[in-house]
């Protein structure tokens, strides 16, 4: 190459060069996000409550005056109607809570995945985006039931696949269960405590202390000092229908509906049981008990011979005895005990130690859920927990119940078993009262190229803000980070 064919480079204006690197930027990303959108995640945002409490439509945030407990209740997509209440605490009971001075927030906004499904199907309870059979321009969200070539029925509550009970893990019971009572949210108006105390038991800043100093037994004092759950109070009970024995099981009423017909609650026996407790002295015991109603199971920690032991109605099955390592005191261990789908599931720092399918309490041969709903089971007290010889706090308090399945319209999948073929899913929304889901659909099923993909996060929640500047004002959306989550 000749010199002559060298020219010299004239410089860019610094200006120039930095206004042409903004804009191929601006466009660099507004491509990128267009690639990524088209062909990796895309946004949607939730209008309806069928997946309430897990993913939130329109809805107003709520905080009971009382006890302090946030929760939400569902408003009507149509702006120009509102929800004024009154509605009903979930934790402590308190009734007639206005909403009317309380704002409207948009319903939760999901990044989904798409294509997720391209090289795996969905996994049984699992949330997934998809077309609406019935009318495929909308996308719903609801939770993957039934699968290819699978037999589905909804029978007293639960999910039976090819007549076989179907059963959640700890982290699908983490993803559908919901708060009963939590001690963590106590009345502040004199409200009696859900919670009956023995001897030696006092209430802390965060939970339960028991002192063995302080403990009088009665009758053999190696005998465990409880605490028991005795159920929500009758006078805070939206439901006049319901017994004051039957306040022991919890209903499955949802704050998010608002005060619906008590006559279509039925009670819920899935019950689970989760705290965090740290043992400080002693060589005693401290015990957790479940019971349906028909059995009673119990799960007893020997703190001197670091040892977890199972009864069974008060009869230990010695074989099950599991060892314990690490250090037993001065810090806190987290227990999760249920009994969700018919099975016993015991947890200790989020590892499973015993996880036990029990017989089923209802079997018809066609679903009834009166079976469930005036069921003649022994009304013993469902949940407790207990210490011996051992000084023990408790904090993080609260009692969950599972997903009560409804008959829905009852068109597919109820009276009945549903099949489904090769390329066919079943799903069910969580509020089951309310959501409209392959058991109500005209076309009940959801097909391979319907599935959109799978959410993964909520992301960029707001609420309404007001900005005011003199006599001016306006109404803003601001982040509400606390509404941020992964979606597991």
């Given at each position: 190459?000749?010199?002559?064919?060298?020219?010299?480079?004239?410089?860019?204006?610094?200006?120039?060069?930095?206004?042409?690197?903004?804009?191929?930027?601006?466009?660099?990303?507004?491509?990128?996000?267009?690639?990524?959108?088209?062909?990796?995640?895309?946004?949607?945002?939730?209008?309806?409550?069928?997946?309430?409490?897990?993913?939130?439509?329109?809805?107003?945030?709520?905080?009971?005056?009382?006890c302090?407990?946030?929760?939400?209740?569902?408003?009507p997509?149509?702006?120009?109607?509102?929800?004024?209440?009154?509605?009903?605490?979930?934790?402590?009971?308190?009734?007639?809570?206005?909403?009317?001075?309380?704002?409207?927030?948009?319903?939760?906004?999901?990044?989904?995945?798409?294509?997720?499904?391209?090289?795996?199907?969905?996994?049984?309870?699992?949330?997934?985006?998809?077309?609406?059979?019935?009318?495929?321009?909308?996308?719903?969200?609801?939770?993957?039931?039934?699968?290819?070539?699978?037999?589905?029925?909804?029978?007293?509550?639960?999910?039976?696949?090819?007549?076989?009970?179907?059963?959640?893990?700890?982290?699908?019971?983490?993803?559908?269960?919901?708060?009963?009572?939590?001690?963590?949210?106590?009345?502040?108006?004199?409200?009696?405590?859900?919670?009956?105390?023995?001897?030696?038991?006092?209430?802390?800043?965060?939970?339960?202390?028991?002192?063995?100093?302080?403990a009088?037994?009665?009758?053999?004092?190696?005998?465990?000092?409880?605490?028991?759950?005795?159920?929500a109070?009758?006078?805070?009970?939206?439901?006049?229908?319901?017994?004051?024995?039957?306040?022991?099981?919890?209903?499955?009423?949802?704050?998010?509906?608002?005060?619906?017909?008590?006559?279509?609650?039925?009670?819920?026996?899935?019950?689970?049981?989760?705290?965090?407790?740290?043992?400080?002295?002693?060589?005693?015991?401290m015990?957790?008990?479940l019971?349906?109603?028909?059995?009673?199971f119990?799960?007893?920690?020997?703190?001197?011979e670091?040892?977890?032991?199972?009864?069974?109605?008060?009869?230990?099955?010695?074989?099950?005895?599991?060892?314990?390592?690490?250090?037993?005191?001065?810090?806190?261990?987290?227990?999760?005990m249920?009994?969700?789908?018919?099975?016993?599931?015991?947890?200790?720092?989020?590892?499973?130690?015993?996880?036990?399918?029990?017989?089923?309490?209802?079997?018809?041969a066609?679903?009834?859920?009166?079976?469930?709903?005036?069921?003649?089971?022994e009304?013993?007290?469902?949940?407790?927990?207990?210490?011996?010889?051992?000084?023990?706090?408790?904090?993080?308090?609260?009692?969950?119940?599972?997903?009560?399945?409804?008959?829905?319209?009852?068109?597919?999948?109820?009276?009945?078993?549903?099949?489904?073929?090769?390329?066919?899913?079943?799903?069910?929304?969580?509020?089951?009262?309310?959501?409209l889901?392959?058991?109500?659909?005209?076309?009940?099923?959801?097909?391979?190229h319907?599935?959109?993909?799978?959410?993964?996060?909520?992301?960029?929640?707001?609420?309404?803000?007001?900005?005011?500047?003199?006599?001016?004002?306006?109404?803003?959306?601001?982040?509400?980070?606390?509404?941020?989550?992964?979606?597991?």
């Amino acid at each position: 190459m000749s010199a002559a064919e060298i020219q010299p480079v004239t410089p860019t204006p610094h200006r120039e060069s930095g206004l042409r690197y903004v804009i191929e930027s601006l466009v660099s990303l507004a491509l990128a996000v267009c690639l990524v959108r088209s062909f990796v995640v895309e946004g949607y945002i939730i209008s309806t409550g069928s997946m309430a409490p897990f993913l939130l439509g329109y809805h107003k945030q709520v905080v009971c005056p009382d006890c302090r407990l946030p929760f939400a209740v569902g408003v009507p997509v149509d702006s120009e109607a509102e929800t004024n209440g009154p509605v009903a605490c979930p934790n402590c009971g308190q009734v007639h809570i206005d909403l009317s001075f309380v704002p409207r927030n948009e319903g939760d906004q999901l990044l989904v995945q798409k294509f997720a499904y391209l090289f795996r199907r969905p996994k049984r309870w699992e949330v997934v985006v998809f077309q609406n059979p019935n009318q495929p321009t909308q996308a719903y969200v609801k939770r993957v039931i039934g699968l290819p070539d699978e037999e589905i029925q909804v029978r007293a509550g639960d999910v039976w696949i090819n007549g076989e009970l179907a059963r959640k893990s700890l982290a699908e019971q983490r993803s559908t269960r919901m708060v009963v009572s939590s001690l963590k949210y106590q009345s502040q108006n004199g409200a009696e405590l859900r919670w009956q105390m023995g001897s030696g038991w006092k209430i802390s800043s965060d939970g339960f202390e028991f002192d063995p100093e302080r403990a009088v037994w009665i009758g053999d004092a190696a005998s465990l000092i409880s605490v028991t759950y005795r159920g929500a109070t009758p006078n805070h009970s939206s439901s006049s229908s319901v017994t004051e024995a039957a306040q022991l099981w919890p209903t499955d009423e949802y704050a998010y509906n608002g005060l619906n017909d008590s006559t279509q609650r039925y009670r819920v026996r899935d019950l689970m049981l989760a705290m965090q407790f740290e043992l400080h002295s002693g060589r005693g015991e401290m015990a957790w008990a479940l019971s349906d109603g028909a059995q009673t199971f119990e799960v007893s920690l020997a703190a001197g011979e670091r040892e977890l032991r199972l009864f069974v109605d008060g009869l230990e099955e010695p074989e099950l005895r599991v060892k314990l390592s690490g250090s037993m005191w001065q810090r806190k261990r987290l227990v999760e005990m249920s009994l969700f789908d018919r099975q016993l599931l015991f947890a200790l720092d989020g590892e499973v130690i015993y996880q036990r399918p029990l017989e089923p309490l209802v079997l018809p041969a066609k679903n009834s859920d009166d079976a469930a709903k005036n069921s003649t089971l022994e009304d013993v007290g469902p949940v407790r927990f207990g210490a011996q010889n051992l000084h023990v706090s408790v904090s993080d308090l609260t009692l969950y119940r599972d997903v009560y399945y409804t008959r829905g319209d009852g068109r597919h999948g109820v009276n009945e078993p549903y099949r489904l073929s090769s390329d066919e899913y079943f799903f069910l929304g969580d509020n089951s009262p309310v959501s409209l889901d392959s058991r109500s659909w005209t076309n009940a099923v959801v097909r391979d190229h319907m599935l959109i993909g799978k959410p993964f996060l909520v992301h960029l929640p707001s609420r309404p803000g007001r900005v005011k500047l003199g006599s001016a004002e306006w109404h803003i959306r601001v982040p509400d980070w606390g509404r941020i989550r992964y979606i597991r």
